[in-house]
């Protein structure tokens, strides 16, 4: 085996890694947008529910004040997980079009020249992709670390309903 040989089976073997991470990513964060919009869901069915057939001055409002908060926190962090971890976005991929390495002046240097410049831009790619899914998995980290407030965000919504005389 050359040095062109494992420095191209090394490429590989980044890329894929790099691939392989970006579609891990992508399924935690739709694991994780998907539990967000169930939480919503079944927090605005309970507030529905308490409030009932009943008039606005018996409605428990101290409750739904911490459940309108928390509903608004998770759809604000939601949204922040599909702007920075779920919309389509460039990625690079491994090789280069067969138009650009069969055309005229390609064919005038060695293959293996060729092969070499070849890996070398493969790491530009290698590390746009490796910076694209830091990107998306520090935003997906603080969503999560961000759901687990959310028992704070209700508590603080409730004692500053009571707070206000509410």
Known sequence: MTLIDYAEKRVDDLMAAQMEDMACIANDAR???????????A?????????????????????????????VWLFAWGWYLVNSAMMARGVMHRGNE?????????????????????????????????ARNKEAGHALNRVRLALLAAPVVFVLAMAATVASGG
């Open 98 to 130: 067969p138009k650009n390495l069969l055309n005229e002046e390609m064919k005038k240097h060695p293959v293996d020249l060729v092969r070499e410049g070849e890996c070398l831009q493969l790491q530009a790619r290698i590390e746009y992709n490796r």
């Open 31 to 41: 694991f994780t947008f998907g539990f967000i919009a169930a939480a919503i869901s």
């Open 43 to 71: 927090l605005l069915g309970y507030a529905f529910s308490l409030m009932g057939d009943k008039a606005m001055s018996e409605w428990p409002w101290v409750f739904l004040s911490g459940i309108a908060a928390v509903v």
